[in-house]
């Protein structure tokens, strides 16, 4: 699976839009981005995904560049309980079912500020 | 999506003994992966719970140290064998489900050796 560049760490106050940046730069045609979330404590969570465009959910939106090298995720009203560390992860989609386990790399910690 | 259990919660163990962590879930799923996350680190992909045969082990990881189990389609069991300091981590379950891209983890297994 490609690697993922993220920042350690960002703070955003809260009710602003927090915008996360992921880089992967090595993509392959058949990955998709997949982004999770830690919440201290407990299992990760996850937030969204996305092939080439631009999706959203309940929870956020994912902006995917055209070149697929890199990609935002944007939670639009973040809270307090929006607290976590941030996984971007690329992954293979096998179609029929199956799947690999995810790579997890270092991701970023969001502090939303009060 | 699934809900997934995960038993016990936490435990706290002797080096040398062993501990047998069990993964349950509401409905039956495609795939079963363990992971482990060591204090302040990201999560690490130890092994593919295959129904029926062998698991599939990441490299840094062996059938003796962590011998797995997945009898049926909802529930496997992962065993920390001859358990040292060293092996002090959360352990998670996730899971991924029939044609869904997206897995989901349980709340994970906090071990402590001493």
């Known amino acids: 699976d490609a690697k993922t560049t993220q920042p350690p760490s960002m703070d955003c106050a809260e009710g602003r839009a927090a915008n996360l940046p992921c880089n992967h730069s090595t993509i392959s045609g058949n990955e998709y981005v997949y982004w999770y979330r830690q919440i201290h404590s407990q299992g990760p969570q996850y937030i969204i995904h996305g092939l080439k465009n631009n999706e959203t959910n309940e929870m956020a939106s994912l902006i995917i560049t055209e070149d697929r090298k890199s990609s935002t995720l944007i939670l639009p009203h973040a809270t307090l309980r929006d607290t976590a560390v941030y996984y971007c992860?690329?992954?293979?989609?096998?179609?029929?079912?199956?799947?690999?386990?995810?790579?997890f790399g270092k991701g970023t910690h969001l502090i939303i500020q009060p | 999506s699934a809900v997934i259990s995960q038993k016990p919660s936490r435990d706290i163990c002797q080096r040398g003994t062993s501990l047998t962590i069990q993964c349950q879930v509401d409905?039956?799923?495609?795939?079963m992966f363990w992971y482990r996350q060591q204090p302040g680190q990201s999560l690490t992909l130890i092994a593919t719970a295959n129904q029926g045969s062998e698991a599939t082990y990441e490299s840094g990881f062996v059938i003796d140290k962590f011998p797995i189990s997945r009898p049926n389609l909802t529930f496997s069991t992962l065993t920390v064998s001859n358990m040292s300091p060293e092996d002090s981590s959360i352990y998670l379950c996730?899971?991924?489900?029939?044609?869904?891209?997206?897995?989901?983890f349980g709340q994970g297994t906090r071990l402590t050796v001493v």
């Open positions: 992860i690329v992954r293979v989609w096998y179609s029929g079912g199956g799947a690999d386990g995810l790579t």
């Open positions: 409905s039956q799923v495609t795939m």
């Open positions: 996730s899971v991924v489900s029939g044609e869904e891209t997206e897995a989901f």
